[in-house]
Antibody, heavy 117, light 113 residues
Framework: QVQLQESGPGLVKASETLSLTCTVS????????WSWIRQPPGKGLEWIGY???????NYSPSLKSRVTISIDTSKNQFSLKLTSVTAADTAVYYC???????????WGQGTLVTVSS | DIVMTQSPDSLAVSLGERATINCKSSQSVLYSSNNKNYLAWYQQKPGQPPKLLIYWASTRESGVPDRFSGSGSGTDFTLTISSLQAEDVAVYYCQQYYTHPYTFGQGTELEIK
């Protein structure tokens, strides 16, 4: 059974880069697509984008200029980088498995990232 | 972007009664080539990630109780809980995967009356 776990700093300063990693266990990251989704406190869900091996990506237009999602097959991990963060980027960040034109399942437990001024 | 609009925003239902949540998309999510609706439903309990309940608008995920059902086609969809249990208290989201960017409804908070 595939499991996902997010890791990374819980606090990032405004204007800096948010970096998170999702470790995939129980399956190969070379299959499927791998997404990041975020949820501001008390609010709804926003898809950030996905990556797939070997090197394909698709990003939400609203974040595309600031986002990079990449895959490391040697570690069975994928990562999120979001540049020039502001308070509006404060959210719980989830990683999830998806596919081309597909739902999200399973999800990681999520990690709260707070942007401080 | 496809806008997903859920109704109501919140809902209170008595234990054992039926709960119905609606989801409307701003354009059709029915793919004519395979006659599938690219719509999923999720359940999110406090402090937990969303859990997949339904995909292809009406296919129940393995392990999901059969009191949960999905229906609808094109732009109008419904999630029904036939007999509400205490453990069903949660926020429910619909999501379209017909086109990028994938988008979610704003969520419907379900509580016990």
């Amino acid at each position: 059974q595939v499991q996902l776990q997010e890791s990374g700093p819980g606090l990032v300063k405004a204007s800096e880069t948010l970096s998170l990693t999702c470790t995939v266990s129980g399956g190969s990251i070379s299959s499927y697509y791998w997404s990041w989704i975020r949820q501001p406190p008390g609010k709804g869900l926003e898809w950030i984008g996905y990556a797939y091996y070997p090197g394909g990506t698709n990003y939400s237009p609203s974040l595309k200029s600031r986002v990079t999602i990449s895959i490391d097959t040697s570690k069975n991990q994928f990562s999120l980088k979001l540049t020039s963060v502001t308070a509006a980027d404060t959210a719980v960040y989830y990683c999830a498995r998806t596919g081309p034109m597909n739902w999200f399942d399973p999800w990681g437990q999520g990690t709260l990232v707070t942007v401080s001024s | 972007d496809i806008v997903m609009t859920q109704s109501p925003d919140s809902l209170a239902v008595s234990l054992g009664e039926r709960a119905t949540i609606n989801c409307k998309s701003s354009q059709s999510v029915l793919y004519s080539s395979n006659n599938k609706n690219y719509l999923a439903w999720y359940q999110q309990k406090p402090g937990q990630p969303p859990k997949l309940l339904i995909y292809w608008a009406s296919t129940r995920e393995s392990g999901v109780p059969d009191r949960f059902s999905g229906s609808g086609s094109g732009t109008d969809f419904t999630l029904t809980i036939s007999s509400l249990q205490a453990e069903d208290v949660a926020v429910y989201y619909c999501q379209q995967y017909y086109t990028h960017p994938y988008t979610f409804g704003q969520g419907t908070e379900l509580e016990i009356k």
